[in-house]
């Protein structure tokens, strides 16, 4: 059965601390992946998605996030937290051309200390 | 603008009743699905639906019951069977088909606990 994994369930940074959160996925075939962010009090959004091409992908507010098909990981980063980045964080994986519904982590709690 | 919608935001549950929970869609998508999330165990799939009078069980059907009557509307009904429902209800939709790569939209949830 497909799973995610996050590893990270807590994480505390200062503003402007580098941030990467870890996720992997157990599928063998061609997936495709998500990260949501769900702001204290708001409803899950999408932050970014990788379906194929450049492993490398830019979501909205700065994140970006690395498919490494070799480690099964699709792991979220950004330079510089803000504040306003404090919210809890999922990562979701699906078969591609399979079964549409995607499979999410436990997500992973940031908290950024101004 | 195109959404989903959730109501209420927040219910109160006795013991032994059931409490159904709504979600609207506008955005014309086929599928819809419910989500449990408790804190620390991520999203779990309840029930989904891709079509019209057609639903599928999730990771945790057990106590729920949905309904598909209509395409913009997918009820869940919380049931007495249902031993621990406290929690957040998450309602979400996509697209299926030919555009079935699109990512899923989410509603604002409904937070249930029990008196």
């Known amino acids: 059965a497909q799973s995610v994994s996050q590893h990270n369930h807590h994480v505390i940074l200062s503003e402007a601390a580098s941030l990467e959160l870890g996720c992997n996925y157990s599928?063998?075939?061609?997936?495709?992946l998500f990260w949501y962010v769900q702001y204290p009090g708001q409803h899950l959004q999408l932050l970014l998605k990788y379906f194929s091409g450049d492993p490398l992908v830019k979501g909205i507010k700065g994140f970006e996030a690395e498919f490494i098909k070799s480690k099964f990981s699709f792991n979220l980063r950004k330079p510089s937290v803000q504040w306003s980045d404090t919210a809890e964080y999922f990562c979701?994986?699906?078969?591609?051309?399979?079964?549409?519904?995607?499979?999410f982590g436990r997500g992973t709690s940031l908290i950024v200390h101004p | 603008d195109g959404g989903i919608t959730q109501s209420p935001k927040y219910l109160f549950r006795k013991e032994g009743q059931n409490v159904t929970l709504s979600c609207e869609q506008n955005l014309n998508h086929d599928a819809m699905y419910w989500y449990r999330q408790d804190p620390g165990q991520g999203l779990r799939l309840i029930y989904y639906?891709?079509?019209?009078?057609?639903?599928q069980k999730g990771d945790i059907a057990e106590g729920y019951s949905v309904s598909r009557e209509k395409k913009e509307s997918f009820p869940l009904t919380v049931t007495s069977a249902q031993k621990n429902p406290t929690a957040f209800y998450l309602c979400?939709?996509?697209?299926?088909?030919?555009?079935?790569?699109?990512?899923?939209?989410f509603g604002d949830g409904t937070r249930l606990s029990i008196l």
């Open positions: 639906s891709q079509i019209v009078n057609d639903f």
């Open positions: 979701a994986a699906r078969g591609a051309g399979g079964s549409y519904i995607p499979t």
């Open positions: 979400a939709s996509s697209q299926q088909g030919a555009r079935s790569n699109q990512p899923q939209h």
């Open positions: 599928y063998g075939g061609t997936v495709n």
